[in-house]
T-cell receptor
């Protein structure tokens, strides 16, 4: 399973765009990239998943360069409620997810 | 119904007790999972059930015993736990193996 590396923490202000980058140098051909959000004492929540190029949904965008060795989760115009831990996961078998340390995002007013 | 429910929300048990955690989903998902999460740590996968059969056991001690009575229900039976087993136990489901997972709110377990 590909190992992921993310910044431990990030700070932002309300209304700003936040980009969280995840490094996964040994990603395999069949691996997908998935991001989850977790609030304290709650279960993680699926945000977005992608394989290559760009994926966008109603809450975020995921940018994956051609070499797929990294990916960037983009959160447009964050609010205080986006303060959470964000996990990047890489793998073919989504049923064997290995969560990395995650990025703790703090949004300030 | 678009959520995963877990009961109880909180559980305190002694090391000699036997208790069970329950997880339920009515989304027709065919894969279900148990995770353990310690404070300020990422979730750790414990068990995976795929089409009601145990497909992954991540070398979990035998004092944790999973059960999947049907496609909507997942139990985790606990026996002779240790204080270090105190954690948030999360259940998740996915439409099929390899799909994104939907997590329940968790059961906060304290072993005394």
């Amino acid at each position: 399973l590909a190992k992921t590396t993310q910044p431990i923490s990030m700070d932002s202000y309300e209304g700003q765009e936040v980009n969280i980058t995840c490094s996964h140098n040994n990603i395999a051909t069949n691996d997908y990239i998935t991001w989850y959000q977790q609030f304290p004492s709650q279960g993680p929540r699926f945000i977005i998943q992608g394989y290559k190029t760009k994926v966008t949904n109603e809450v975020a965008s995921l940018f994956i360069p051609a070499d797929r060795k990294s990916s960037t989760l983009s959160l447009p115009r964050v609010s205080l409620s986006d303060t959470a831990v964000y996990y990047c996961l890489v793998g073919e078998l989504a049923d064997k997810l290995i969560f990395g340390t995650g990025t703790r995002l703090q949004v300030f007013p | 119904d678009t959520e995963v429910t877990q009961t109880p929300k909180h559980l305190v048990m002694g090391m000699t007790n036997k208790k069970s955690l329950k997880c339920e989903q009515h989304m027709g998902h065919r894969a279900m999972y148990w995770y353990k999460q310690k404070a300020k740590k990422p979730p750790e996968l414990m068990f995976v059930y795929s089409y009601e059969k145990l497909s992954i056991n991540e070398s979990v001690p035998s004092r944790f015993s999973p059960e999947c009575p049907n496609s909507s229900l997942l139990n985790l039976h606990l026996h002779a736990l240790q204080p270090e087993d105190s954690a948030l136990y999360l259940c998740a489901s996915s439409p099929a193996p390899r799909n994104e997972q939907y997590f329940g709110p968790g059961t906060r377990l304290t072993v005394t």
